[in-house]
């Protein structure tokens, strides 16, 4: 079945430590995501990837980084810069992102915690 | 700019009864709008979309949505709640130009028995 698969499903961090959330999709498509999800709170945008060696900064890009060298891989690197970075983390894909219509599919997310 | 509100964070209703989700948006534009369903720890999964075709717009698991652009509004209902039903639900717009989706802070859904 094609789907989006996140891991780990569980991640801890030490201070002052990067850690990289990966994300594949098989689902062939162009666009891809990445959110944050606090508690009582829709979810917020961090980056997104429209095309392959291309990506762009959402509303709280501060603290991450991101890579698009293969369409199907846009793996999350949440950095020391982050001070706050406990939150569960989605990633999401679309067919087409220049077509409004096309909904997002979405990974189970990835819960981060800090030690 | 476009915004999205749900009128309501939380909502408890009976098995068996009427289920209403309140959502109100702007928008520049038609926009495309969807509701979505995330069950704790999980991500979300589509319930249904209205793209600007026919405004009363079914979707998965019984549930429908109105869509209603003098009110401004897109209202997600089910005839007969499911204890299966209680879970996060969030209503998202996407502007016609395929712009970035914005997403309402949720309404938490309870079901009793």
């Known amino acids: 079945d094609g789907g989006i698969t996140q891991s780990p499903k569980y991640l801890f961090r030490k201070e002052g430590q990067n850690v990289t959330l990966s994300c594949e999709q098989n689902?062939?498509?162009?666009?891809m995501y990445w959110y944050r999800q606090d508690p009582g709170q829709g979810l917020r945008l961090i980056y997104y990837s429209q095309i392959v060696n291309d990506f762009q900064k959402g509303d709280i890009a501060e603290g991450y980084s991101v890579s698009r060298e293969k369409k199907e891989s846009f793996p999350l690197t949440v950095t020391s810069a982050q001070k706050n970075p406990t939150a569960f983390y989605l990633c999401a894909s679309s067919l087409n992102p220049g077509q409004s219509n096309q909904p997002q599919h979405f990974g189970d997310g990835t819960r981060l915690s800090i030690l | 700019a476009q915004s999205v509100t749900q009128l309501d964070s939380h909502v408890s209703v009976s098995e068996g009864t009427p289920v209403l989700l309140r959502c109100n948006y702007s928008s520049s534009y038609s926009p495309s709008l969807f509701w979505y369903v995330q069950h704790p720890n999980k991500g979300l999964q589509l319930l249904l979309k209205?793209?600007?075709?026919?405004?009363l717009v079914k979707g998965i698991n019984g549930f429908e949505a109105e869509f209603k652009k003098s009110e401004t509004s897109f209202h997600l209902t089910k005839p007969s709640a499911h204890m299966s039903d209680a879970a996060e639900y969030f209503c998202?717009?996407?502007?016609?130009?395929?712009?970035?989706?914005?997403f309402g802070d949720g309404t938490t859904l309870t079901v009793k028995p």
């Open positions: 209205y793209t600007s075709a026919a405004t």
């Open positions: 998202v717009v996407t502007p016609f130009n395929a712009g970035k989706s914005t």
């Open positions: 689902l062939n498509h162009d666009a």
